[in-house]
């Protein structure tokens, strides 16, 4: 698989927005999936995007706030977060799953995260 690189996490106020993104040195020929880890608690996959780009998936924590894309040319899949939450604090971690709109596989392949704070 290719190695895949998290970035774009950040200390923010609750309502406010960040985008995420996952990058690969190569092409992604696989679904690519979000997960995060908050201190304590187990990891969460909350989003995915599968190889065509055509199917993708939302925990229910996340749906309606988050979007996930992928830009095939630049061989990065973005999560972009909004109205974010004190809860949605954590370490985000992309990897390669299976995904369609009903669920995500599960991975712990994870790369060394992007830190996510929401605090006021």
């Known amino acids: 698989q290719v190695p895949l690189v998290e970035s774009g996490g950040g200390l923010v106020q609750p309502g406010s927005s960040l985008r995420l993104s996952c990058a690969a040195s190569g092409s992604l020929p696989y679904g690519i999936g979000w997960f995060r880890q908050a201190p304590g608690k187990e990891p969460e996959g909350v989003s995915c995007i599968n190889r065509a780009s055509r199917m993708t998936y939302y925990s229910d924590s996340v749906k309606g706030r988050f979007t996930i894309s992928k830009d095939n040319a630049e061989n990065t899949v973005y999560l972009q977060m909004d109205r974010l939450k004190p809860e949605d604090t954590a370490v985000y971690y992309c990897?390669?799953?299976?995904?369609?709109?009903?669920?995500?596989?599960?991975?712990?392949?994870w790369g060394p995260g992007t830190q996510v704070t929401v605090s006021s």
């Open positions: 990897a390669a799953v299976p995904c369609d709109v009903q669920g995500m596989g599960d991975s712990r392949d």
